[in-house]
């Protein structure tokens, strides 16, 4: 505590994004009957969407560096860079499919994390069911 009497720290105030729900709260509040813990799945799902979107991004690449590497074999044999270059090439397709899939991956993971705190949000919820009380329709 900070020393000062009848001060408390809420969660949700650390949280600083809104978590609270409802009315309450600050300075010598402590936690009102409006007050609720909130798990927000919107910045799990919106990175999910991000790594989706990437994988997205990277798909037509291995199109466009075979696109890229076409004029190169002309005029080029007997050179031994030839062989690097191919290589070379090989290697960044298996990059390029290598990060595909874990962007792929990632998205089901992220999902499966935002799923998961709300699973345990409702969970929490219901176990206190039993031993909230009622008064004057406001749970506490």
């Given amino acids: 505590m900070s020393g000062v009497r009848g001060t408390r720290l809420r969660l949700s105030d650390s949280a600083g994004d809104g978590a609270a729900d409802g009315a309450g709260g600050g300075a010598g509040g402590g936690f009102s009957a409006g007050d ?3 798990h927000s799945d919107g910045a799990w799902l919106r990175a999910a ?3 989706e979107g990437m994988g997205a991004h990277l798909g037509p690449v291995r199109t466009e560096l075979a696109t890229a590497h076409e004029g190169v074999l002309a005029g080029t044999v007997g050179l031994s860079a030839l062989a690097e270059l191919g ?3 090989e290697s960044w397709v298996r990059r390029i499919e290598c ?13 499966a994390v935002a799923r998961a705190q709300g699973e345990t949000n409702e969970s929490v919820r219901s ?3 039993p031993v909230a009380r009622v008064t004057h329709g406001v749970e506490r």
């Avoid at 990060?99 to 998205?107: H, S, V």
């Fill in 87 to 89: 290589a070379v090439r």
């Fill in 36 to 38: 609720r813990l909130r």
């Fill in 99 to 111: 990060a595909r899939y874990e962007c792929g991956a990632l998205a089901g993971n992220l999902r």
């Fill in 127 to 129: 176990s206190f069911a």
């Fill in 49 to 51: 969407g991000g790594a």
